[in-house]
């Protein structure tokens, strides 16, 4: 059987087996009997694509063209569909619709009707052999005897599981591990941990931290080799053509590279103040008038990482050494506001500062890390000013251990209609002698006793401190605070003037027009 026939036949078996380990057997198994040489093209079609990620080509037809007959010829293999497919994407000028259709269709006629389903399947996009990607990086790592992490590594710097097929194949594990970021492949950003003060930031940097300002734009990866220049977005969309600006800063003042550096941007108003996020947004979205956008909405950009400088990598260096790369790159030019510090006063002073010149508030990150593409964690901290809400008390559970016979963790609730609906909970911010006391008071108005959790008449009204606001499955608000604290006992506010779900909804989406986050699937740049 030919090694696509046998593809084939594979993309029946996955869909009949349900088990995701007699999959990832299956698929390893395939791509190990493959030559090398094959396995980039095999790892294409199983992604349901009919050209790799890293081909700008399209194929440009809606499905695979009908055709006569079926099996005429020599049985087809992968190089032969992959051929045809090139050829198609090819096609340019007058003809090219007709050319691509007519190239698919001689494909479709030496295949049998099996294989033509299949073709038609990765003609479209749609496999769905049930070979998520996760599964087909795993089945390549299996194959090439190469640790999983090693093989995700690759994946994430080259953007491309056919060449991390290839390059597994080919070098092995040892292959794998040399791979670096280049130019042209975007990496994912490294993203930031929330931190509440600085002192945790410094006690996980190992006593000295970076801070950088934090701006209240929207990310941007620029790569730059010669005279190409190409610019990313967050998650990874080419904004290349709306920001003309930002391409035209790279040609002007940037060395020749290969380079690749990580930055934000910001919408300025005339009077270059910054603008809100969606004004922001418009410029990323824009592909038609984008010299018309550029100078209506003119935009700062900040750099604050170098991750390839002169063609030299540098994702594993430590952060110090990319930021003099990045000093050096840029002339000292375009970067972000920055200070090395070594005590919580320190860092609160330029904090404050950070405020002070509008910003949402700091990065804090540690001199000595490595870039850790679409990582998440202690390296790189966010320290955000804290926002406060007036909630009101609805319940408070027993305290254990060192909290043991007060009321010490407060079930917190916004106003809902005539009702509260709980938004959080918090046994932060009180000192023992107001845990006390508030233990006496809410005792006093207690409706309801579980043991554990005592419901009290919604009287007491508390300022709260919280980081974020998120979305809750459990809560029927349907919102939850994070890192939330009591900040002051308001006795001087009565329960109706709590602030509603109303308001913390608002809230809650203003975060995301302001701040560079974004809900779940919510934003496209
Ligand atoms: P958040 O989106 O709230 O998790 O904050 C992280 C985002 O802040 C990054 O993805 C960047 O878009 C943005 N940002 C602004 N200034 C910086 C900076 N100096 N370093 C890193 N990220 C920054």
Redesign the pocket.
């Known amino acids: 059987m030919s090694d696509f026939a046998r593809l084939v036949e594979l993309a029946g078996r996955l869909e009949a087996t349900r088990g995701r380990l007699d999959k990832l057997a299956l698929l390893a198994e395939y791509l190990r009997s493959l030559p090398p040489d094959a396995v980039g093209d095999a790892v294409t079609f199983l992604s349901g694509r009919a050209l790799p990620v890293s081909d700008p080509r399209t194929l440009g037809v809606r499905g695979l063209p009908a055709a006569e007959g079926g099996g005429a010829g020599p049985p087809l293999t992968l190089a032969d569909v992959a051929a045809a497919f090139a050829e198609a994407a090819d096609a340019r000028g007058g003809g090219a619709r007709r050319a691509r259709e007519e190239r698919l269709r001689a494909l479709a006629a030496r295949a049998t009707p099996r294989e033509r389903e299949i073709l038609a399947r990765i003609v479209t996009g749609e496999l769905r052999t049930g070979a998520a990607e996760g599964l087909v990086l795993e089945a390549i790592a299996l194959m090439a005897g190469a640790p999983l992490a090693i093989a995700r590594r690759a994946f994430l710097l080259l953007g491309d599981l056919a060449a991390v097929a290839v390059l597994a194949a080919r070098g092995g594990t040892a292959a794998l591990e040399a791979t670096t970021a280049r130019v042209g492949v975007p990496l994912l ?1 490294m ?2 941990e929330l931190a509440t003060d600085f002192d945790e930031a410094l006690a996980a940097h190992g006593g000295s931290t970076a801070l ?8 941007i990866q620029l790569h730059k080799d010669g005279d190409r220049v190409a610019v990313w977005s ?1 998650r990874l969309s080419d904004v290349t053509r709306s920001l003309p600006d930002v391409v035209e800063v790279a040609r002007r003042e940037l060395p020749a590279g290969p380079l690749i550096l990580d930055g ?1 941007v910001v919408a300025l108003d005339a009077a270059g103040r910054p603008l809100p996020f969606q004004e922001l947004m418009r410029r990323f979205r824009r592909v038609h008038e984008v010299e018309a956008a550029a100078r209506e909405l003119p935009l700062a950009i ?1 750099f ?1 990482d170098c991750l390839m400088a002169d063609g030299r990598p540098l994702i594993d260096r430590p952060y110090a050494e990319r930021w003099a790369a990045l000093a050096a790159a840029t002339g000292g030019r375009r970067l ?1 506001e920055r200070a090395l510090v070594t005590s919580a006063a320190a860092a609160r002073e330029f904090f404050a500062r950070a405020l002070a010149a509008g910003h949402e508030g700091v ?1 804090a990150k540690d001199p000595a890390s490595a870039y850790e593409p679409g990582g998440r964690g202690k390296r ?1 901290f ?1 320290v955000k000013v804290a926002e406060t809400l007036d909630c009101v008390i609805l319940a408070a559970d027993r305290g254990s251990g060192r909290r043991r016979g007060w009321l010490s963790n407060y079930h917190l609730g916004v106003r809902d209609g005539g009702a509260f609906a709980d938004v959080g909970k918090t046994f932060k911010g009180l000192t023992d002698t107001q845990f006390a006391a508030m233990t006496a008071r809410l005792s006093a108005l207690a409706v309801a006793d579980d043991g554990y959790t005592v419901s009290v008449r919604p009287e007491v009204v508390v300022e709260v401190a919280y980081n974020e606001i998120q979305k809750s499955p459990t809560y029927p608000s349907g919102l939850a605070l994070r890192f939330a604290r009591v900040t002051r006992i308001r006795d001087d506010k009565a329960p109706g003037q709590a602030t509603t779900l109303a308001e913390l909804r608002r809230l809650y989406e203003r975060q995301f027009a302001t ?3 974004g809900p779940p699937g919510g934003r496209s740049a």
Not at 212 to 219: I, L, P, T
């Open positions: 950003p993203l930031a950088e300002y934090k701006y209240d734009g929207a990310r967050r934000e900040h604050f972000a990065m790189w966010k701040k560079g986050g």
